[in-house]
């Protein structure tokens, strides 16, 4: 039930109450009614000097304690419920202020704006209103004025708020909020209702993720899923990262899960998917979610859907993000200058002159280290900040029979290292026919292209460009004063090193991928609830890498290179029949 609250402010005549003054007047716990006066400092103090604030659901004093304006059986009152909470005035003024407690224990106070919004200094909206529980057989009782609104609550059912309009009686139903329980879930065999599912499976929508700056899917979905394992496995650039559904399944087998992107099982690398195109996951972890797909799924399934345009739709977006990537200072190897390394061979050498009784001359390039600076620091030669920028372009276009999608990106992503870096462009187009109200019929195509650009050269290891990087001598440079790069970069008595700036830079490893996703489907309804579906999917990958060496970087001068292709294709045809059909 609701019912007008009749206590509040008067100007008139009350029991107890001064005639010419205003006040208000309220009840504390026992029913004793108190009377408060406006003071000096703009507050309200009862004749002890007590200061009050005036909140929506009662009166608080300045120690905490709670008075209530609804008089108790036997006591009466005058006024409006409306002055009494926001002071002078009607409720209608914009000057009225109220005054309350925030969830910190701090006092705040809000005003009418002119749209009727109650709001503080800061801007923030709020909203005041009684609070009630229901008993067991869903019976309530709230004081509260007759315009007032009433907003009901319950979990797994959608909220309604609800108009007093001057009734002393409501009746509220609630919806089923089918939100939750009747959410679909994308599963290896199609769909099913959230409450249906037995088996362990998550499912995240990309709406959340589409502001991250990654340039791979399996970044997005770091740390978005329990139970699911997703780390980089080398610094090396456009490489990928691993992942581990419910630890590892294999000891001497691969542990990566199987990735289903529109029906279509990928096999070989699954980085060259963009992100944009993709609108929700669904990862099954466990055995009952998985069992379609057999032996493939033991390490368990990624399904991936793409973006497909909604009836109605006809828009545009464009998305652009650009950074830079640097080696953080935490973990860099601390290299000599060369007046550190001048003075290390001059240390050396006295040391060998004094225990080992050596009587040869200190090479002049140590004489006075203190004729040389910085020198070459050589992790810094090989390194530097690499741009990392992505861009996409998507057309939506849906009407009741036909509906196409269409996407396009390009990302480039420069490595730390020098001369290296990765380059992508990626399509999509998702077209879906519908000539009947019983037959669909969708295509599906992507191609995209993979350039990884000297990303295959080994770095690290024993002999290899970094280990020669920290091995070369901080008295040579890498370019002399004539632009030239010397083939050696050691000083006596080091082991002969060839230049690892060098290397880098005349080296020429190039990796293309070119790769295609298609499928196609045709689906019938022929009675209610039994849906016939056939589809036809490929993934079809051709690679080739070419190497080139220049004999200018091998000590004997020898160049070498090599050529390789590769190509390969998989197919996969399916037919499903699927009922669903509720019965009652």
């Given at each position: 039930t609701?019912?007008?609250n009749t206590s509040g402010e008067s100007t008139g005549d009350s029991s107890g109450a001064s005639t010419d003054e205003e006040y208000r007047y309220f009840f504390d716990a026992n029913g004793n009614t108190i009377y408060a006066y406006p003071s000096e400092d703009g507050s309200w103090r009862d004749d002890n000097g007590t200061s009050y604030i005036f909140l929506e659901n009662g009166v608080e004093d300045s120690n905490g304690t709670q008075y209530y304006y609804d008089p108790p059986q036997g006591t009466t009152g005058s006024g409006s419920e409306s002055?009494?909470?926001?002071?002078?005035?009607?409720?209608?003024?914009?000057?009225?202020?109220?005054?309350?407690?925030?969830?910190?224990?701090?006092?705040?106070?809000?005003?009418?704006?002119?749209?009727?919004n109650w709001v503080d200094s800061g801007g923030m909206q709020y909203t005041f209103g009684n609070d009630g529980v229901t008993d067991a057989n869903g019976n309530f009782s709230l004081s509260v004025a007759s315009d007032a609104s009433l907003k009901v609550s319950y979990i797994g059912y959608e909220t309604r708020e609800v108009k007093v309009k001057g009734r002393s009686q409501l009746s509220v139903v609630l919806e089923e909020d089918t939100k939750m329980v009747d959410e679909v879930v994308i599963v290896s065999y199609g769909s099913q209702l959230k409450r249906e599912v037995t088996g362990s499976v998550a499912q995240i929508n990309t709406s959340t993720l589409a502001d991250m700056p990654v340039l791979q899917f399996s970044q997005e979905l770091q740390g978005k899923i329990a139970g699911v394992q997703i780390n980089q496995y080398s610094g090396q650039v456009g490489s990928g990262m691993a992942f581990r559904i419910r630890g590892a399944a294999s000891l001497s087998s691969g542990n990566s899960p199987l990735v289903v992107v529109d029906g279509i099982p990928l096999t070989g690398d699954i980085n060259n998917i963009n992100p944009s195109e993709i609108e929700s996951f669904s990862v099954l972890k466990d055995a009952s979610a998985s069992a379609l797909y057999g032996s493939r799924a033991a390490n368990g399934v990624i399904l991936i859907t793409t973006r497909k345009a909604q009836s109605g739709d006809a828009r545009m977006e464009f998305a652009a993000n650009y950074g830079v990537q640097t080696v953080p200072q935490r973990g860099r190897p601390d290299m000599m200058t060369a007046?550190?390394?001048?003075?290390?061979?001059?240390?050396?050498?006295?040391?060998?002159?004094?225990?080992e009784g050596y009587t040869g001359e200190l090479d002049p390039l140590y004489a006075n280290p203190e004729r040389y600076g910085k020198g070459t620091d050589w992790f810094d030669v090989m390194t530097r900040s690499a741009a990392i920028q992505k861009y996409d372009?998507?057309?939506?276009?849906?009407?009741?029979?036909?509906?196409?999608?269409?996407?396009?990106?390009?990302?480039m992503q420069d490595g730390v290292v020098e001369n290296t870096g990765v380059k992508q462009i990626s399509a999509r187009v998702n077209q879906i026919f519908k000539?009947?109200?019983?037959?669909?019929?969708?295509?599906?195509?992507?191609?995209?292209?993979?350039?990884?650009?000297?990303s295959l050269i080994a770095f690290d290891g024993v002999n290899n460009l970094f280990n020669k990087a920290i091995q070369a001598s901080p008295l040579v440079a890498p370019v002399d004063e004539n632009g030239n790069m010397p083939l050696y970069v050691n000083t006596s008595p080091m082991l002969a090193n060839i230049n690892p700036y060098k290397i880098i830079m005349?080296?020429?490893?190039?990796?293309?991928?070119?790769?295609?996703?298609?499928?196609?489907?045709?689906?019938?309804?022929?009675?209610?609830?039994l849906t016939l579906k056939t589809s036809l999917a490929t993934d079809m990958t051709w690679e080739r890498r070419k190497y080139f060496?220049?004999?200018?970087?091998?000590?004997?001068?020898?160049?070498?290179?090599?050529?390789?292709?590769?190509?390969?294709?998989?197919?996969i045809s399916e037919t499903n029949a699927t009922y669903a059909n509720t019965f009652r």
């Open positions: 609701a019912s007008d002055d009494s909470l926001t002071g002078s005035g009607n409720s209608s003024d914009n000057g009225m202020v109220i005054g309350f407690y925030d969830i910190n224990g701090n006092y705040q106070t809000a005003t009418q704006d002119a749209n009727g007046r550190e390394f001048a003075e290390f061979q001059n240390e050396y050498y006295e040391d060998r002159v004094k225990y372009l998507s057309l939506f276009n849906g009407g009741k029979k036909c509906s196409t999608s269409a996407m396009i990106g390009y990302s000539p009947k109200d019983f037959i669909e019929v969708g295509l599906n195509v992507a191609p995209s292209y993979k350039l990884d650009h000297n005349e080296t020429v490893d190039d990796y293309a991928t070119a790769r295609l996703l298609a499928n196609g489907y045709l689906s019938v309804t022929p009675l209610k609830g060496k220049p004999g200018s970087v091998d000590a004997e001068g020898i160049a070498s290179g090599t050529s390789s292709y590769y190509n390969d294709y998989t197919w």
